[in-house]
């Protein structure tokens, strides 16, 4: 149990086209999921924070109209990538969480490739 | 921002060797778990140890916790080579709040 699915598992997109991001608990309710960025050799650095039903709650530095996150409903959130530019090139992994007391579950990743 | 500290940063072995490796933080926890990460892969959960808890083991592997010193250990016995891959502390510290990762440990193991 408690599987998270991410699609697509890797994307190449041109600079300022836009891409969007599933993640997806497939065997329970997510209240809450968060999207992570990782740079390569680097560690994962939380971009946001989103309850379902309500706007997700970004962190210092994170651009929200460049990565519009919605989380819809208890199984989905999406990630949007704006106006995509070479920096943006990273691998983004989302985790969902069944209720507050309950440990983070990783999905596989998202390589995202901006030329 | 990240607070977590991993050391070292890259460790090679030899297979069959024990391999150790330590995280600190700096505020208090609810729990701190421990991620391995294969190279361009997501992550696999390892273990999840409480802040009353001073000692747990799963398998080859063996986590220490120790919250007067803000430390943890995780100690990989008998390494195989697929044991390569990075491994990653995350700290809980307020319940229901987001994780916190350290930096990270590249482990090494040579066949």
């Known amino acids: 149990g408690a599987v998270v699915s991410q699609h697509p598992s890797w994307v190449i997109c041109k600079s300022g086209t836009s891409v969007k991001i599933e993640c997806r608990s497939l065997d329970f309710q997510a209240t809450t999921m968060f999207w992570y960025r990782q740079f390569p050799k680097q560690s994962l650095m939380l971009m946001a924070t989103s309850n379902e039903g309500s706007k997700a709650t970004y962190e210092q530095g994170v651009e929200k109209d460049k990565f519009l996150i919605n989380h819809a409903s208890l199984t989905l959130s999406t990630l949007t990538v704006t106006s995509a530019h070479p920096e943006d090139s990273s691998f983004y992994i989302c985790?969902?969480?069944?209720?507050?007391?309950?440990?983070?579950?990783f999905g596989p990743g998202t390589r995202l490739t901006v030329t | 921002s990240q607070q977590g500290e991993e050391d070292p940063q890259a460790l090679s072995i030899q297979e069959g060797e024990n391999a150790t490796m330590n995280c600190s933080y700096k505020t208090s926890i609810n729990n701190l778990q421990w991620y391995r990460q294969n190279s361009g892969r997501g992550l696999v959960h390892l273990i999840l140890i409480r802040s009353n808890e001073r000692e747990k083991h799963s398998g080859r592997l063996r986590v220490t916790l120790d919250t007067s010193k803000k430390s943890s250990s995780l100690l990989i016995t008998a390494s195989r080579a697929a044991d390569t891959a990075s491994y990653f502390c995350a700290t809980d510290h307020v319940s229901g709040s987001r994780l916190t990762f350290g930096e990270g440990t590249q482990l090494t193991v040579n066949p």
């Open positions: 985790s969902a969480r069944r209720q507050t007391w309950d440990e983070q579950y």
